[in-house]
């Protein structure tokens, strides 16, 4: 599976915290995959355990992206929006495997299928910040 395709799929568990309790990710992750076709064991594994690092994060990775998107609260972005934002930063803050522009790239790209018209220029601005640091 592309790495492209694996990003794709951790933004889609992602989402899923808006929804639910913490407690019950695991499950939701779960359920996630049934039924779909096209992931090894190593896929998924790698796919939750990318998520919930994002996750277990997540308090962290919202005050950084405060602090650089112009007084913006994190719980008022569009949650599509939010969950690109979170896995971009990890990419460029926690996970060294990712190139900075790749990860700024991919979040632009995602942004482009699954969010509105302004959240490319939207996401891509606040990446900015981080890859200038």
Known sequence: MKR???RENVLKLLYLDDFH???ELNTQFS???DGKDGFTEKDKTYIIDKANKILDNKETIDQEIESVSNKWK???MD???KAILR????????????PD???VNEAVELSKKYSSDAS???INGILSNFVAE
């Open 101 to 103: 522009k790749v990860a």
């Open 4 to 6: 492209s395709e694996i």
């Open 120 to 122: 490319p220029k939207f």
């Open 79 to 81: 949650k599509v929006d």
């Open 31 to 33: 359920l996630y995959f």
């Open 87 to 98: 896995l971009a930063y990890y990419e460029i803050k926690m996970d060294e495997e990712i």
């Open 21 to 23: 309790d913490k407690e």
């Open 74 to 76: 994190v719980d008022r």
